[in-house]
C-alpha cells in the first residue's frame, strides 16, 4: 500500500486536535492525493454537496492510492448516487427524533439514555444514518446540560449513560471530565458507554490524560469502537486499544454490512480476527440503516444472513458478531440469525 504525502506529521506524537482540524474536505484534494482518475470529481462534488466531504489524514494513509474500488475509500468517497430518491430510504431512519426527549438526550430503551456530546465528527461515513441529524438544535450547553442532570436523577430506572454524536470524543478531555464527574454523582448510574470512530480514524486521541480519566473513574467503562474493514486497524489503533484496556475499559466494536466494502466471508473473518488480534472484541455487524443517500451500500437480509451463517462456520463463536437490525419501536436491536 502506498501512503500519501501529507504535511502534517502523521505521528503517536502527534496532536489530535490539530489532525482533527486539518481533515480533507475538497474532492478535488482528495482525487489528487490518491491519484484517483479525474471522472470522479463531479461525482464526489455532488454527493459532498448533499453531505459533506470530510476524512482525516491519518486515516487516509491507510487507503491504497489509484484504486477507486478501495474499501476504505468507499466509505468516504462521495458519489452522485447520493442524490437519488429512492423509496423508504428517509432523513430520520431510527426514528430518533420521537426519542429525542430534551436538547441532546435521547430516550429509547430501558435503562439506558443516549447523550449527544458533539455534533462534530473527525470523518463523514457516507453511510452514516445521522447524516441528516438536526445537531444546531441537541447542543448540550450549561442549560441544557443541568437539564440532562435533573432528567437523570429524577429516572432511577437509568443505570447506563451511551456517549454518543457525532463523535463524543471530537469533544476535549477536559470537557469530558467535567461531564463523566457530574454523573458520578449520580448514584443510581452504574456504567459508561462510549461509542466512537475516533480512535480508528484518530487513534492518536487516545491520550494519557484521557486514560487517567477512565482508569479513575467509578464507572464500569464500555468503548464501542466503530470498524468495517481490517485495513482500517494499523500498529497506531493497536496502540490505542492497548492503552484503552490497561485503564479498565472493555473495548468493543461494531460495523456496518456494506456493499462494496465488507459483504464477503474473507473480509469480515480478517476483520473479526484482526480485531480479536488487537483486544477488540466483535460485538454488532448492523444491517445498513435506510438513510437517505445511502442506498447503495444496502445489501439484502438473505445475502446478510447467508454470510452470518458462513462466518458461524467458520470462526469460534467468540468472534461472530451479532447480526442485527435497529427497528424503530423496537425495545431493543432486532437480531436476523
Known amino acids: 500500500m502506498n501512503s500519501i504525502s501529507n504535511p502534517i506529521p502523521v505521528t503517536e506524537e502527534a496532536d489530535w486536535q490539530q489532525l482533527l482540524s486539518h481533515t480533507v474536505d475538497d474532492p478535488a484534494e482528495l482525487l489528487k492525493l490518491l491519484d484517483l482518475p479525474a471522472s470522479l470529481l463531479n461525482g464526489a462534488r455532488q454527493g459532498s454537496d448533499l453531505f459533506s466531504l470530510k476524512v482525516p489524514k491519518p ?144 487513534p492518536q486521541r487516545v491520550t494519557s490524560e484521557l486514560t487517567t480519566l477512565f482508569a479513575n473513574s467509578r464507572f464500569d467503562i464500555a468503548m464501542v469502537l466503530h470498524a468495517n474493514h481490517a485495513n482500517e486497524l494499523d ?44 483486544g477488540i472484541l466483535p460485538y454488532y455487524l448492523f444491517t445498513l440503516d435506510p438513510v437517505k443517500g445511502a442506498a447503495h451500500f444496502d445489501i439484502p437480509d438473505e445475502q446478510a444472513i447467508a454470510l452470518h451463517q458462513q462466518l458461524q462456520a467458520t470462526l469460534p463463536g467468540y468472534l461472530v458478531p451479532k447480526l442485527a437490525r435497529e427497528i424503530p419501536g423496537k425495545g431493543s436491536k432486532t437480531l436476523l440469525f
Open 235 to 278: 500498529q497506531q489503533v493497536e496502540q490505542a486499544s492497548a492503552d484503552l484496556r490497561t485503564a479498565n475499559v472493555t473495548v468493543l466494536n461494531q460495523a456496518v454490512l456494506l456493499k462494496g466494502v465488507n459483504d464477503s466471508l474473507a473480509a469480515l473473518t480478517d476483520l473479526s480476527e484482526k480485531l480479536f488480534h488487537f
Open 59 to 202: 486515516f487516509l494513509q491507510r487507503i491504497e492510492k489509484g484504486n477507486p474500488n478501495d474499501p476504505l475509500l468507499r466509505q468516504i468517497l462521495p458519489l452522485d448516487a447520493e442524490s437519488a430518491d429512492i423509496p423508504g430510504y428517509v432523513t430520520d431512519p431510527l426514528a430518533e427524533m420521537a426519542a429525542n426527549h430534551s436538547d441532546g438526550l435521547i430516550h429509547k430503551y430501558h435503562g439506558r439514555v443516549l447523550l449527544i456530546l458533539s455534533g462534530a465528527c473527525a470523518v463523514n461515513c457516507r453511510y452514516c444514518f445521522r447524516r441528516h441529524f438536526p445537531y444546531q438544535d441537541n447542543r448540550l450547553g450549561s442549560g441544557q446540560w443541568q437539564q440532562v442532570l435533573e432528567y437523570l436523577n429524577a429516572n432511577k430506572s437509568i443505570t447506563e449513560v451511551i456517549f454518543s454524536g457525532g463523535d463524543p470524543l471530537a469533544t476535549s478531555d477536559k470537557r469530558l471530565c467535567r461531564m463523566i464527574t457530574d454523573l458520578e454523582e449520580i448514584p443510581h448510574l452504574k456504567r459508561l458507554r462510549i461509542h466512537t470512530r475516533l480512535p480508528i480514524v484518530i
